[in-house]
């Protein structure tokens, strides 16, 4: 027994709202079918229904005790179909009119190379900054050695007011000391923390070669330069006043083009250019699975589940044992020592499935080999499921390369072990399941989100060569039973709700039917995701989705209007009244931070690390601090 506090009760909820699953209309577009097949007779309806009837037997002559499970199946099916197609996505490439190039834009540029960059790129992008007026000053460095400190003496030299436009990001030979690194992804990380720790306020802009798929026309995107295409989505998150853009370029660019494409006048940042034309990246909806799949899978003989002990690798395994899986590998580094591994184990033979849990690091070669070798020959390798991932959380210029390093070594190296030992055991299914963020970005997920790219990208080139490899990256899934390793905390993205873990079944399910390539399945309330995702730069990625369009328009409206209020409020007030005006603003926009209702709980005279604030706080109070106050603020001042 606890007593009662002496004092009144403040009413504070401290739990997270619970969002809802299902999308406004889903059951009546179940229930407007299932009565149209009623109006169409017994046969119709039987065949809406799946039902498969005893010969010589109609539905009209089924006993009602058999034909109402039958209908409660095939609604809650359509139900969970109809909330299933509206949280899926996928990237497009969009043909864009390449807009007219300005002249004498000013500003100096800088343009790095790698000594790996031909001379013919090389000219091509001089040619095009020299568009600004004057010719850019051009650094030529081994991709290898461009560590932070040797970037930041070249950003404090030579001062670029124009911008950067870096070209080393297209070098993929492996890292000296860390080889599942290319150095192109290593130089980039350094170029970013230089950027940041000199203060630089004009923009950089990442240039790639084939690290991205536009069209049937173009070959497959090269994994390793994808990579830097997942990382410049999460350095635009976190430095949206610092990051120009990604560009995508073909061997000889066009000077004009290329120079059009970094000026847009609607602020495009993620671009290629093609022979054909300007094209810009989108977030699309994906088609809805409306016809009944060729064939509709089960699994046979064994399925390997990385990180099958915790996570979305548990809720596979409960999933295929649910399908009548025979026998199911699940790998994990502490194998049957994971928390709740036993109680999974035991969980999954109840169902009658064979259940093996061992323990394995993946990305080491050889262990892999070996444990394949001891799959049982009665149960043939069948499938593959990779779900392991390492999900270090950390801002991308307090990272370090041996972070990044870890967190690809598992996701990717492991993910490339795979596919290499599936071909040579003919596996029919290799499934990634990566993370929203390599499509979407996110605070804090620079690694994470450079490792899923990746994922989806290498899905998309074993494809190319008749492998029968696809990739879904998933939002956050809701709690999946007890198997759970203890993993870190995400920041919750407003509007970004979690999948339910039954559902996510059936998005498996759906993956493993149809092979549908590059889906990306996430559980979006655009209405409050577009403008937080978006509130310090503009985010044409979304301009496909008009929910999303409009939630940026109003809230694009809305800023226009308030931000002179501060500036104004403090020039009307004394020094005294106005240092009461930014502590209350600073108190107040922290509590939204930390997920307080009010900033009166957030006490001024206690530090900053005392109040909760990491890392990944810190970034998220510094942009919500500009946006406030119009500064750029640097992301280390709560420190």
Request: glycine content about 8%; some cysteine.
């Amino acid at each position: 027994p606890v007593a009662l506090p002496t004092y009144a009760f403040q009413r504070q909820r401290f739990w997270l709202q619970p969002t809802d699953q299902a999308p406004t209309g889903v059951a009546q577009v179940a229930d407007t079918r299932f009565w149209q097949a009623v109006a169409q007779g017994p046969t119709q309806l039987a065949e809406t229904l799946g039902w498969q009837p005893d010969p010589g037997q109609a539905l009209a002559d089924a006993p009602l005790g058999q034909v109402l499970p039958m209908l409660t199946a095939w609604r809650e099916g359509q139900h969970q179909r109809q909330v299933i197609d509206r949280w899926r996505y996928r990237v497009a490439w969009r043909p864009t009119p390449t807009p007219t190039p300005t002249p004498a834009q000013g500003g100096r540029w800088l343009l790095l190379t790698a000594t790996t960059t031909t001379p013919t790129l090389t000219a091509a992008c001089t040619q095009a900054l020299t568009l600004a007026g004057t010719p850019p000053v051009v650094v030529d460095l081994d991709p290898a050695r461009a560590d932070r400190t040797t970037l930041a003496a070249i950003l404090t030299e030579h001062a670029p007011t124009g911008g950067v436009l870096s070209l080393l990001g297209a070098a993929t030979a492996p890292h000296p000391r860390h080889p599942v690194l290319t150095v192109g992804l290593a130089a980039t990380v350094a170029l970013v923390q230089a950027a940041v720790d000199t203060a630089l306020t004009a923009p950089v802009w990442c240039a790639t070669q084939g690290g991205v798929h536009t069209g049937p026309t173009d070959p497959p995107a090269d994994p390793a330069q994808a990579q830097l295409w997942g990382l410049g989505r999460v350095a635009a998150l976190e430095h949206p006043h610092l990051w120009g853009g990604l560009v995508d370029l073909p061997p000889t660019p066009d000077p004009a083009q290329l120079w059009a494409a970094m000026h847009t006048p609607d602020g495009e940042d993620q671009l290629a250019l093609r022979p054909t034309g300007l094209h810009t990246r989108r977030l699309v909806r994906a088609t809805p699975t409306t016809t009944t799949p060729p064939r509709h899978w089960h699994p046979t003989g064994t399925t390997l589940i990385t990180g099958g002990t915790s996570g979305v690798g548990a809720l596979v395994a409960r999933w295929l044992a649910t399908q009548g899986a025979e026998h199911l590998l699940l790998v994990s580094r502490r194998g049957l020592n994971a928390p709740g591994a036993q109680q999974l184990h035991d969980d999954l033979t109840s169902t009658g499935s064979s259940v093996t849990i061992a323990a394995c690091d993946i990305a080491d070669r050889d262990a892999l080999t070996t444990l394949l070798t001891e799959i049982p020959t009665e149960h043939p390798l069948t499938a593959i499921v990779h779900t392991a991932t390492d999900r270090e959380l950390s801002p991308v210029a307090g990272t370090t390369l041996a972070a990044f390093a870890a967190t690809l070594r598992r996701s990717a190296l492991g993910a490339v072990h795979l596919a290499e030992l599936a071909a040579v055991t003919d596996t029919e299914h290799l499934v990634f399941c990566s993370a929203d963020s390599g499509v979407l970005g996110g605070t804090g997920q620079g690694a994470a989100a450079t490792a899923d790219a990746f994922l989806d990208c290498y899905a998309e080139y074993l494809r190319s060569r008749g492998f029968g490899a696809t990739a879904v990256a998933l939002g956050p899934v809701g709690t999946v039973g007890p198997a759970a390793e203890a993993t870190p905390v995400e920041p919750r993205r407003p509007g970004l709700g979690d999948l339910a873990p039954d559902l996510v079944a059936g998005v498996l399910q759906q993956t493993f039917d149809h092979r549908t390539p590059g889906l990306t399945v996430v559980n979006v309330d655009w209405a409050r995701f577009a403008p937080s995702f978006g509130a310090d730069r503009t985010v044409a990625v979304f301009n496909d989705l008009p929910e999303a369009r409009l939630a940026l328009g109003a809230a694009r409206a809305a800023a226009q209007l308030e931000q002179p209020a501060l500036p104004r409020q403090l020039a009307e007030l004394s020094t005294e009244d106005q240092r009461h005006l930014l502590l209350d603003l600073v108190r107040t926009e922290l509590s939204m931070v930390l997920g307080h209702d009010r900033g009166t709980l957030v006490e001024a005279d206690r530090a900053f690390r005392e109040l909760g604030v990491d890392s990944l706080a810190a970034v998220e109070l510094r942009k919500r601090l500009n946006a406030a106050t119009g500064l750029n603020l640097p992301t280390t001042m709560v420190f």
